[in-house]
């Protein structure tokens, strides 16, 4: 089992829907969790950090699940713009950390 | 403020030979990752430069080498290149000692392997 799964998608929405993607993670030992976005032959950016209680920016919603080890991302009224691979990250310590990322998701949002 | 650089943005090259990329950090950064992302796959961390030393270190063969200068700098060597070392490479940085896990990407050097 990979140590940080994604499904590649991809997700075709049209503008305005709802998308949410998931991520789970194998390890418990497991400290802190991202989304990054990485757009087509670009490099990764911070999308926002996952906190135990959730949080939100704008439109998008990220929650973290220990128990079940997973993480989400919620993007509500999808732009245009929002189309992207979309990164999970996931840290674990070890003296310093080891961030992991997933394979991304691909969002693909159309007129 | 100059942001993650990287050096070269492409390049191309034969099995068997060497290359060395290079990368310098954000300003007010100290600490820097080399990941390789193949197509199609999430970015696969390498290793990690400290204070001029490895750190942390992924799954990678000893091909792979790195070092770091004493103005954060940092070079990544790979030797012996197979068709499979074909990626593009990502330079990271972060300040260790604060937001260590936010990370700040170059935009990459493209690695060919012929």
């Known amino acids: 089992r990979k140590e940080v799964e994604q499904d590649p998608g991809p997700f075709n929405v049209p503008e305005g829907a709802t998308v949410a993607f998931n991520c789970t993670y194998s390890n418990s030992a497991s400290q802190s969790f991202f989304w990054y976005r990485q757009d087509c032959r670009k490099e990764p950016k911070l999308l926002m950090s996952v906190y135990s209680s959730g949080n939100e920016d704008g439109r998008f919603t990220a929650q973290l699940n220990r128990a079940s080890q997973y993480i989400s991302l919620l993007i509500r009224d999808s732009k245009l713009s929002d189309s992207a691979t979309y990164l999970c990250v996931v840290n674990r310590t070890g003296g310093s950390y080891i961030p992991t990322f997933g394979r991304g998701t691909s969002l693909i949002v159309h007129p | 403020d100059a942001g993650v650089t990287q050096s070269p943005t492409h390049l191309i090259k034969t099995r068997g030979q060497q290359v060395t990329l290079r990368c310098s950090p954000k300003s007010g950064h100290d600490t820097v990752s080399w990941y390789q992302q193949a197509l199609g796959q999430g970015p696969q961390f390498i290793f990690q430069y400290y204070e001029e030393e490895e750190r942390q270190r992924g799954n990678f063969p000893d091909r792979f080498s790195g070092h770091q200068f004493p103005n954060y700098s940092s070079e990544l060597n790979v030797n012996a290149l197979l068709l499979g070392d074909s990626a593009l490479y990502l330079c990271?940085?972060?300040?260790?000692?604060?937001?260590?896990?936010?990370?700040?990407f170059g935009s990459g050097t493209q690695l060919s392997v012929l």
């Open positions: 990271a940085s972060s300040a260790r000692g604060r937001t260590i896990e936010k990370l700040f």
